[in-house]
């Protein structure tokens, strides 16, 4: 069964999700990242500049094909096109579809009135599949 974890109380949700996506490459893991296109694409440039000695390789759905299937990090609308099922991330307000078929799934939690409302409607949508989702609250640790 898929490991759901919703990661709260975070200042900066972009600056997380790269020391997230940095974390989870170090274990030699696939990852994909979903969202809103405008959430995406501010990633997209947030990981060209996030570490000047640790680039996180990446892609896009606007990438060529062959870059998708090898690229560690997939950014897009649909994460079951790039054969990744280790991790997947989400950075929007809906229930990813198909996010049952990834091992481990995290929830990246706005902390804006708007983010935390959708989160709630998340959690329960998930107990109620049987899911025992796992919450991390960020502001007491400086690393995901």
């Known amino acids: 069964m898929t490991r759901i974890e919703f990661h709260f109380n975070i200042a900066e949700r972009l600056l997380h999700t790269c020391r997230?996506?940095?974390?989870?490459?170090?274990?030699a893991l696939r990852v994909a990242v979903v969202g809103a296109?405008?959430?995406?694409?501010?990633?997209?440039?947030?990981?060209?500049?996030?570490?000047?000695?640790?680039?996180?390789?990446h892609c896009t759905s606007e990438s060529p094909l062959q870059v998708q299937s090898a690229s560690p990090i997939c950014l897009g609308a649909h994460p079951q096109?790039?054969?990744?099922?280790?991790?997947l991330v989400n950075l929007g307000d809906q229930v990813p579809q198909g996010f049952d078929r990834f091992k481990r799934f995290i929830e990246?939690?706005?902390?804006?009135?708007?983010?935390?409302?959708?989160?709630?409607?998340?959690?329960?949508?998930?107990?109620?599949?049987?899911?025992?989702?796992?919450?991390?609250?960020?502001?007491?640790?400086?690393?995901?």
């Open 20 to 27: 997230l996506l940095r974390k989870v490459r170090a274990q």
């Open 37 to 57: 296109p405008v959430t995406l694409q501010q990633l997209d440039f947030e990981l060209w500049r996030f570490h000047d000695v640790s680039f996180l390789a």
């Open 81 to 87: 096109v790039w054969g990744v099922e280790d991790v």
């Open 108 to 144: 990246i939690v706005s902390s804006d009135d708007h983010g935390k409302a959708q989160a709630r409607l998340r959690w329960r949508h998930y107990k109620s599949l049987g899911y025992e989702p796992e919450q991390h609250d960020m502001s007491r640790t400086s690393e995901p």
